[in-house]
């Protein structure tokens, strides 16, 4: 079955840009009616969407941090990427990435990544 | 935006226990509402999607209802392993989640 792995740096300095790769394994990224997004969530805390993309390409992002974010799709790597610009402390966080299904009209977060923890600091 | 509000933020409940957590929003988004569960450092899992269906997989004691803004998750036999934290979250629009609401052992 499908399963999705995020990579990139630990660690990232302030008012740098987070970037994150998700590799799509056990399918193709561009079959089907998926939507691949990112989500994060700060230690202790809750989750928080950040965007998606649709294997079309089109995007949307959450409006509190679309001025920041960018996500692209290779489907040719079977991969899709998060980048987050001018990065503070408040972007520490795990970061996941997850498909979303069309279940019967309805989209819903049914694959996840293991997640991978970014840390924003000097 | 569509904010997502859950009540309670945390429970207390006992092994065979009945336990419901509601979900509003703050507009109508018809039934496009999901259910994750998430036990502590763990990934969030899919349980319900389009407010009342039951994801592939997930045991019958959770149940979903609700529409327009009013929203719940029932599972009506505690069991040990349902302790985590559980999330709603609306596709109607830019999506968003609730806080979350933690259920633990009374």
């Known amino acids: 079955q499908v399963q999705l792995q995020e990579s990139g740096p630990g660690l990232v300095k302030p008012s740098q840009t987070l970037s994150l790769t998700c590799t799509v394994s056990g399918g193709s990224i561009s079959s089907g009616s998926y939507y691949w997004s990112w989500i994060r969530q700060p230690a202790g805390r809750g989750l928080e969407w950040i965007g998606r993309?649709?294997?079309?390409?089109?995007?949307s992002y959450n409006p509190s941090l679309k001025s920041r974010v960018t996500i692209s799709v290779d489907t040719s790597k079977n991969q899709f990427s998060l980048k987050l610009s001018s990065v503070t402390a408040a972007d520490t966080a795990v970061y996941y990435c997850?498909?979303?299904?069309?279940?019967?009209?309805?989209?819903?977060?049914?694959?996840w990544g293991q997640g991978t923890t970014v840390t924003v600091s000097s | 935006d569509i904010q997502m509000t859950q009540s309670p933020s945390s429970l207390s409940a006992s092994v065979g226990d009945r336990v419901t957590i509601t979900c509003r929003a703050s507009?109508?988004?018809?039934?496009?509402l999901n259910w994750y569960q998430q036990k502590p450092g763990k990934v969030p899992n899919l349980l319900i999607y389009?407010?009342?269906s039951l994801q592939s997989g997930v045991p019958s004691r959770f149940s979903g209802s609700g529409s327009g803004t009013d929203f719940t998750l029932t599972i009506s036999s505690l069991q040990p392993e349902d302790f985590a934290t559980y999330y709603c979250q609306q596709s109607y629009s830019t999506w968003t989640f609730g806080q979350g609401t933690k259920v633990e052992i009374k």
């Open positions: 997850a498909r979303a299904t069309y279940l019967g009209y309805y989209y819903a977060m049914d694959v």
């Open positions: 507009q109508s988004i018809s039934n496009y």
């Open positions: 389009a407010a009342s």
């Open positions: 993309i649709y294997t079309s390409g089109s995007t």
